[in-house]
């Protein structure tokens, strides 16, 4: 048996009754510069405004897009659980309204490298997060990449942020097929829904969900869902710039309220059901590397 089958063990030893309460939203896209992080941060904002506890996952190792947003600085990151003996609860930065966020740190790349007294350590540290939020946003790095599609192929709920810019679209559709053909996904567990961003209007919005769909039936046989629609906003821009968060600086512009109308779409029992979720299943796929 290799190091990795071994440490795949150790986690279904550790954590097979485990599963979280907690909801797990994946958020990606085919290319970077689409609004990905921008739509963890005012997703997450609208929900602690709904009264929901929310811890984001910043999981796109190569930009620190969130804490930006946040304006603040993580003292650590998660491989300092692994590495130097912090608890979970120190790598959890609060950002504004509670909501909680955990940054990855490049450390966490090396996860095959890691014995199994280790691997115990994340396990049980991880697992602790089912008690301490209603919901958890992972926001992946943009594209195909390995550690892209760890989290993508395991996510029950995941959101695709497209632009209508030609380029956007393919490469999105470049995702959702290295996704639906990764053997290891499960399409009767896993949800995928689209959001357009920087839309002109109404049939932008509409453009850009219907082309994914349609090719995504044609060649894959299957559906995607259409979650909604940013606008193109000028706060939206003011607020990027000033590193600010725009469903609390402009609560009312455009941008501000089709957030708000994605964050109570999803909430709606009618159209998602809460699925259940094992902080195993997304370590388990780490293993897989």
């Known amino acids: 048996m290799d190091q990795a089958e071994g440490l795949r063990n150790v986690i279904k030893s550790n954590n097979q ?57 993580p003292k ?28 990855a740190g490049s450390g966490i790349m090396s996860l095959n490298d890691l014995n199994e007294e280790q691997v115990h350590l994340l396990v049980r ?38 632009t209508p810019d030609p380029s956007s679209i393919t490469d999105s559709y470049s995702l959702l097929k290295a996704l639906f053909l990764n053997p290891l996904y499960n399409r009767s567990f ?17 453009t850009v969900y219907h082309r994914l769909d349609s090719v995504v039936g044609q060649f894959l046989e299957s559906h995607v869902d259409f979650i909604g629609a940013v606008p193109q906003d000028s706060n ?16 009312q512009s455009r941008s501000s309220r089709s957030f708000s109308d994605i964050a109570y779409k999803l909430l709606d029992e009618d159209i998602v059901k ?14 897989r590397r």
């Open 190 to 206: 896993s949800k995928v829904g689209i959001v357009a961003n920087r839309i002109r209007n109404e049939s932008d919005g509409n």
């Open 76 to 103: 650590n990151n998660l491989s300092d659980v692994v590495f130097k003996g912090h608890m979970l609860s120190d790598v959890i930065t609060e950002g504004p309204m509670g909501i909680g966020f955990i940054s």
């Open 17 to 73: 009754q485990n599963v979280s309460s907690a909801r797990v939203i994946t958020i990606t896209s085919g290319k970077g510069g689409v609004g990905k992080s921008n739509l963890a941060v005012n997703l997450a904002v609208n929900f602690a405004k709904m009264g929901k506890k929310v811890i984001i996952f910043d999981a796109d190792f190569g930009l620190a897009n969130v804490e930006v947003m946040f304006n603040t600085i």
């Open 125 to 162: 540290s991880l697992t602790q997060l089912s008690g301490l939020c209603d919901i958890i946003i992972v926001d992946t790095g943009a594209g195909i990449s390995n550690h892209v599609m760890d989290f993508v192929v395991s996510s029950p709920e995941i959101l695709l942020v497209a």
């Open 274 to 287: 809460n699925r259940s979720f094992s902080i195993r299943t997304l370590f388990e796929s780490f293993m």
């Open 236 to 251: 939206l821009d003011k607020a990027v710039r000033a590193q600010k968060i725009v469903s609390m600086a402009y609560p």
